[in-house]
């Protein structure tokens, strides 16, 4: 588990793996082995004993036809599991793979006990998640065991006494599903909520929580947890402007998006400009970023002399068009809620005004957790994913949104770049920290100069709590606030 600075701490493992030692070899020719003593005495919800036999059936379930998950790291990169006994994993790696000592969730134990018998006759993914284990029969082995859950209504759950880290001090807990910021604003004045979880407000309802609670009614925590962006489709068969592939053009659009404007107009100024796509200003070796990547200022003078060399020219209407390529219209879409909808309209009208015809729609809540909704857009897409080096590297070829994997990549855009591709292989297969940066640089690079996205800015997402819970506190960017839920009280 990643602790507050970010730093990874033991949980289900009793130790992290160390380089050259006993529990982390590595081969000559790449590969490597790591092994993990499980710490004693770990249980599932149900009272059964969590075992090294979980973590071999997690491997044998995401690498499954039936999962279709088998070329998502980290589990591409692993070409066995194996339990010597039930408190000792081994994991034997295909290739160098640097995260392999600190696995945090992207591999978790499944409970064996409940699963094996339906992955065993299972021969499609949705015959698989259809199984009442996803749901309603979740079993786990955090800090709180699932009670009821109610569809689309709320969850709820009970403090585990047999917790690895200890029963949580907070002994009842109950997740709203609330799709409207303002209602979940609404829900903490009112006093009926304490916390409000993943991005579930916005900028605009902390600000009002702020001004509303006062110097003593509660906390509002600040944190740059998302990456936004606008995507560009390069899947022909979905695009429905060709201009698009032009890269001229996807620098004529990133030159005329107004940042700043769209910065205070929805965050006060408070959000953080993302000139480097992905990796934020803290990361400590971004002073190796800055210089290489290319940066694009509000320029519409610059984008118009680059549609100009693209062979394009105004028409009678204002809009830029082609004789081979024909007009730029293209579609520019986003998920609902008042702030995406808000940017949406200043992408939309920022846009318009220097030429481009754009025609903008919104995904609603429910479409968006459909991956072939979210991949099969026809031009452009502005969403939020999660920030970091390994999000970049996931950016190439083989991290596609595609049906083969349930659409589950990264890379929305299906964008395919074979110089980005040997960075990512670089960055994914050495453990040298001096090359990974390099390797991280030259990502960022590519990436920059390519546009497969136009880098807009790290969302500042407001955690708020009432003052009546004490333990949340602003963590790393890649860790998440409840890394210590069990210690928060509510007194």
């Not at 160098?96 to 065993?120: C, I, K, S, V, W």
């Not at 897409?381 to 070829?397: V, Y």
């Not at 003052?467 to 839920?485: E, F, H, K, Q």
């Amino acid at each position: 588990i990643l602790d507050q600075r970010g730093d990874p701490q033991p949980y289900l493992a009793a130790a992290t793996p160390q380089f050259n030692t006993d529990n982390w070899r590595i081969s000559p020719d790449g590969r490597m082995e790591t092994t993990y003593k499980l710490k004693p005495n770990l249980v599932w919800h149900d009272g059964t004993a969590l075992t090294a036999d979980d973590f071999v059936f997690s491997w044998k379930l995401f690498t499954s036809a039936a999962m279709g998950t088998a070329n998502v790291q980290p589990v591409s990169s692993m070409e066995e599991v194996v339990a010597a006994d039930p408190s000792t994993l081994t994991i034997r790696w295909k290739r160098t793979y640097p995260p392999a000592g600190t696995l945090t969730d992207q591999f978790a134990p499944t409970p064996r006990h409940l699963l094996e018998a339906a992955l065993q006759t299972a021969t499609t993914p949705d015959a698989l998640e259809a199984h009442p284990f996803w749901t309603q029969q979740f079993v786990g082995a955090g800090p709180f065991r699932l009670d009821r859950w109610e569809p689309g209504a709320f969850i709820e759950g009970t403090g585990f006494d047999r917790h690895v880290l200890g029963a949580p001090k907070i002994s009842r807990v109950r997740l709203l599903f609330m799709s409207d910021p303002n209602t979940v604003l609404a829900s903490m004045l009112a006093g009926e909520v304490h916390l409000s979880a993943d991005d579930s407000i916005r900028f605009q309802q902390g600000a009002t929580l702020q001004r509303e609670w006062g110097p003593n009614g509660g906390s509002i925590l600040i944190k740059p947890s998302l990456w936004r962006s606008t995507f560009v489709q390069f899947v022909p068969e979905f695009l429905g402007t060709p201009g698009l592939a032009d890269v001229r053009v996807r620098k004529a659009l990133a030159l005329t998006m107004d940042k700043d404007g769209i910065n205070q107009a929805l965050f006060e100024g408070q959000a953080i400009i993302a000139d480097v796509p992905f990796i934020p200003k803290t990361m400590n070796y971004y002073p190796a970023l800055d210089p290489v990547v290319t940066k694009y200022p509000f320029d519409p003078n610059r984008a118009q002399q680059l549609l100009t060399q693209a062979g394009y020219a105004r028409a009678a209407d204002g809009v830029w068009a082609s004789p081979t390529a024909g007009r730029l219209s293209m579609g520019l879409m986003t998920t609902s809620g008042s702030q995406n909808e808000a940017e949406l309209s200043i992408l939309g009208s920022g846009w318009r005004q220097v030429g481009f015809d754009v025609n903008e729609s919104v995904m609603s809540a429910a479409l968006a957790q459909d991956g072939r909704a979210r991949t099969v857009f026809p031009g452009l897409s502005t969403i939020s994913i999660p920030l970091g080096e390994e999000t970049l590297a996931a950016h190439g070829t083989a991290g596609g949104s595609r049906e083969e994997n349930r659409y589950t990549g990264r890379n929305r855009g299906n964008w395919s770049n074979a110089e980005f591709d040997r960075a990512s292989d670089m960055f994914n297969a050495t453990l040298d920290p001096k090359r990974r940066v390099a390797a991280i640089t030259e990502m960022v690079r590519i990436f920059s100069e390519e546009l497969p996205t136009i880098s807009m800015y790290f969302n500042p997402v407001p955690f708020a709590h009432v003052a009546a819970l004490t333990g949340p506190r602003l963590v790393a960017p890649d860790s998440d606030i409840a890394w210590n839920v069990q210690e928060w009280e509510v007194r």
